[in-house]
T-cell receptor, first 112, second 111 residues
Framework: AAGVIQSPRHLIKEKRETATLKCYPI?????VYWYQQGPGQDPQFLIS???????DKGSIPDRFSAQQFSDYHSELNMSSLELGDSALYFC???????????FGPGTRLTVT | ELKVEQNPLFLSMQEGKNYTIYCNYS?????LYWYRQDPGKSLESLFV?????AVKQEGRLMASLDTKARLSTLHITAAVHDLSATYFC???????????FGEGTQLTVNP
């Protein structure tokens, strides 16, 4: 069965650079969620989109922005990167009316 | 604000032993999830519990939900080394809503 695809899987950036993470949800899923997991921490919700509109917003820094495109893939744009942005970034997808979120493999971002 | 608390946060077990991980949450919800995570890997869905009294079992793991007590448990029976991982519970307030995770329980099963 098709799963959530994230790219790239690993990304190394320097401080103050920008990064773009991509997420391709499971076909026919209409909702995408982004989570950030710091080292040794639990995943923290950043933002979600339903039918290309932002549906919820969590603890996402103003330096970050995201959108969902017409083909339902989503991108998380991160600017002015800081060392503290180093983390695993997960994308998950679901049917809005469904009850389960399916997680992608994650993108490991390292900021040096 | 929804809060989710797990205990214990660290659990070291001998193979063959039984133990229970607890997950308490602060607001009304009937959607409770258990995930497993190996180091540096993604979140693997173990159980989805959607109603009061729900009980699900898969192999050596059994999860239950008591919505009145706002408590879920993950019971490990006759632990084996392959169960070593971090286990997270997560709560979703409504269909389609964000998940709020507990801090995770780092389980180590020793031979």
């Amino acid at each position: 069965a098709a799963g959530v695809i994230q790219s790239p899987r690993h990304l190394i950036k320097e401080k103050r650079e920008t990064a773009t993470l991509k997420c391709y949800p499971i076909p026919r899923h209409d909702t995408v969620y982004w989570y950030q997991q710091g080292p040794g921490q639990d995943p923290q919700f950043l933002i979600s989109f339903y039918e290309k509109m932002q549906s919820d917003k969590g603890s996402i820094p103003d330096r970050f922005s995201a959108q969902q495109f017409s083909d339902y893939h989503s991108e998380l744009n991160m600017s002015s990167l800081e060392l503290g942005d180093s983390a695993l970034y997960f994308c998950a997808s679901s049917f809005l009316a469904g009850y389960e979120q399916y997680f992608g493999p994650g993108t490991r971002l390292t900021v040096t | 604000e929804l809060k989710v608390e797990q205990n214990p946060l660290f659990l070291s077990m001998q193979e063959g032993k039984n133990y229970t991980i607890y997950c308490n949450y602060s607001t009304t919800s009937d959607r409770l999830y258990w995930y497993r995570q190996d180091p540096g890997k993604s979140l693997e869905s173990l159980f989805v519990l959607l109603s009061n009294g729900a009980v699900k079992q898969e192999g050596r793991l059994m999860a239950s939900l008591d919505t009145k007590a706002r408590l879920s448990t993950l019971h490990i029976t006759a632990a084996v080394h392959d169960l070593s991982a971090t286990y997270f519970c997560a709560v979703g307030e409504t269909s389609g809503s964000r998940l709020t995770f507990g801090e995770g329980t780092q389980l180590t099963v020793n031979p």
